[in-house]
């Protein structure tokens, strides 16, 4: 039967050969291939038009209902036998393919998706068990190591690369029965807050194909916004979860640091990186971090704390109290809401605090006086770390070698035509902040800063808060609009970054919409809660989308 429907991907056009997917030009004529239909794909469309009329949500449109688990919806019509995993993924893929050249979401699709779906519902006739995630498609951003799958982290020193293991967040997920449905696109390493570094194209925001989808896991979260997957995993080291999931209108969540096991990440920051769940509801972002979190030995730095059952904390809308949120006290951050937010944006977010408290809330505010200092340390730290990190693609290592005379030389020439600007720039700023002579003005200055920022969180936490802000000072921008200001750019990220500096949790909720300049464009809630605490940050999560109202 496996070999069967290998045979039906390939009349797909997801054969290996096609599925890279990598450059404007190769992807077309990908996309364009894959249009002609087999008689055996005609009959895959027949079936699922029995089995289901509708497998997948709306994307990227104003929400006329609460927000509702993909997930659970398609496992129990899966366990009911009234959808096959096959045709959920073929739903998917065929989504996939037509959104992909608009959006440009994906660096590589997989070739054998159909296959795994194939090998699940064999399990499933034989009585077994698949897992919680059986049959779901999920993307996985590039950065991810995915075992004989191209991982590129958006960069050209790693095309082609195939890496011989899994990263221990996607062995979990397969573990779980989740299929793998291709590898999304980046800012190159994950350094960049609009996917505009990708060494490879340049993502479209589902909302407004003329605006970017945020960044570094932008590919992810417009995938997750397009329909063209269920749920995706992400990296976050100062935003780069929330501030897309708050682009395009999805939840996005940045668990605690040492939750979720990092090897297998391709590391910018060691001390800052997470790895983290996008999907369209608090439910799937839920039933993620069940799969993935976890102490895993092969990361010194996870933590070895009892994980919950995070879906367990959530409560059906018709079991809610009148006022759920009763006695509960929330802290809107006064340094988020003021100078350098839009106005628009600001608004949204106060809209969305009154929506908290008709819930019984108590919310005040709460000034965090180190705030502003966290987006300079943040650059500091994260350029050092980097700097570090990346000096294993140097041609010999990883990439590919330019052939040169003598040793730095080819070094040079290795990298400067292996890594994109961005790379470059956040390299030196890290290796001259480390630098005899600058290393106690900068590096060793922007520590302490850290331990102030976490001295402030502590304390607007230790009365039980949960603490809120704008994810993002503004909505999703246009393509092109700040690639040459860096600045302007790093900017973006002042509501994300301190969280990563503190090693908290933080969920990115869609709280409403704004209009600019004629598009309808999503704007993102932050949660920020005390260390491990994301069951509770989920369980306010879902209550709050379950009960706001529509938009």
């Given amino acids: 039967m496996a070999s069967s429907l290998g045979a039906q991907a390939h009349a797909h056009g997801y054969g290996q050969a096609q599925a890279h997917g990598y450059g404007d030009a190769r992807s077309a004529r990908f996309f364009r291939n894959a249009g002609d239909l087999s008689p055996s794909s005609c009959r895959f469309r027949a079936a699922m038009a029995t089995a289901s009329a509708s497998i997948l949500?709306?994307?990227?449109?104003?929400?006329?209902?609460?927000?509702?688990?993909?997930?659970?919806?398609?496992?129990?019509?899966l366990?009911?036998?009234?959808?096959?995993?096959?045709?959920?993924?073929?739903?998917?893929?065929?989504?996939?393919?037509?959104?992909e050249p608009d959006v440009k979401s994906f660096l590589h699709i997989s070739s054998s998706a159909l296959d795994e779906a194939a090998e699940i519902d064999g399990r499933l006739a034989r009585g077994d068990d698949p897992g919680p995630l059986a049959g779901i498609p999920i993307a996985i951003k590039d950065n991810l190591c995915t075992q004989g799958m191209p991982s590129t982290g958006g960069s050209r020193i790693l095309d082609g690369y195939r890496p011989p293991y899994d990263a221990t967040a996607v062995k979990r997920l397969k573990e779980s029965g989740a299929v793998l449905i291709g590898k999304t696109n980046l800012d190159e390493f994950g350094m960049g807050s609009s996917t505009e570094s990708s060494a490879y194209q340049v993502t479209s925001n589902p909302w407004d194909l003329s605006r970017v989808p945020g960044g570094s896991s932008g590919g992810s979260a417009a995938a997750v916004a397009a329909g063209q997957c269920a749920c995706a995993l992400g990296s976050d080291t100062g935003g780069s979860i929330r501030q897309p999931a708050s682009f395009c209108g999805v939840v996005g969540l940045k668990p605690t640091y040492g939750r979720v096991s990092r090897f297998g990440l391709m590391a910018y920051a060691s001390s800052l990186d997470v790895v983290g769940c996008l999907g369209t509801s608090v439910d799937d972002v839920s039933l993620l971090l069940n799969a993935i979190a976890g102490h895993d030995p092969a990361d010194a730095t996870s933590s070895s704390k009892v994980v919950p059952n995070y879906l367990k904390a959530l409560v059906p809308a018709k079991e809610l109290p009148g006022n759920p949120l009763a006695g509960m006290k929330f802290g809107i951050i006064k340094e988020t809401i003021g100078e350098g937010v839009e106005p628009?944006?600001?608004?949204?977010?106060?809209?969305?605090?009154?929506?908290?408290?008709?819930?019984?809330?108590?919310?005040?505010?709460?000034?965090?006086?180190?705030?502003?200092?966290?987006?300079?340390?943040?650059?500091?730290?994260?350029?050092?770390?980097?700097?570090?990190?990346?000096?294993?693609?140097?041609?010999?290592?990883?990439?590919?070698?330019?052939?040169?005379?003598?040793?730095?030389?080819?070094?040079?020439?290795?990298?400067?035509?292996?890594?994109?600007?961005?790379?470059?720039?956040?390299?030196?700023?890290?290796?001259?902040?480390?630098?005899?002579?600058?290393?106690?003005?900068f590096y060793k200055r922007a520590q302490q800063v850290r331990t102030l920022i976490q001295q402030d969180f502590k304390k607007a936490l230790e009365d039980g808060h949960i603490l809120l802000s704008p994810v993002a000072p503004s909505p999703a921008f246009k393509i092109g609009e700040k690639v040459l200001d860096p600045l302007s750019m790093y900017l973006g990220d002042l509501m994300t970054?301190?969280?990563?500096?503190?090693?908290?949790?933080?969920?990115?909720?869609?709280?409403?919409?704004?209009?600019?300049?004629g598009s309808k464009l999503p704007v993102g809630l932050q949660l920020i809660g005390n260390a491990f605490e994301e069951e509770e940050l989920l369980r306010v999560g879902h209550i709050f989308e379950q009960t706001v109202p529509t938009w």
């Fill in 79 to 99: 366990r009911k036998k009234e959808i096959s995993a096959v045709e959920i993924v073929t739903e998917y893929l065929d989504r996939l393919r037509e959104k």
């Fill in 497 to 517: 970054v301190n969280v990563n500096m503190a090693g908290l949790p933080a969920l990115s909720l869609p709280c409403g919409l704004i209009e600019d300049e």
């Fill in 344 to 441: 628009a944006v600001a608004q949204v977010v106060k809209n969305a605090v009154v929506h908290l408290e008709k819930l019984g809330a108590v919310v005040q505010e709460v000034s965090l006086p180190t705030f502003s200092l966290g987006l300079p340390a943040y650059y500091v730290l994260a350029a050092s770390e980097a700097s570090s990190n990346l000096s294993r693609y140097d041609g010999i290592r990883y990439g590919p070698r330019v052939v040169a005379d003598e040793l730095n030389a080819m070094y040079g020439a290795s990298r400067g035509q292996g890594f994109g600007a961005e790379v470059k720039r956040r390299i030196l700023m890290g290796t001259y902040a480390l630098s005899a002579g600058y290393y106690d003005a």
């Fill in 57 to 77: 949500a709306s994307p990227a449109i104003p929400r006329s209902k609460p927000a509702a688990s993909q997930i659970s919806r398609l496992q129990t019509q």
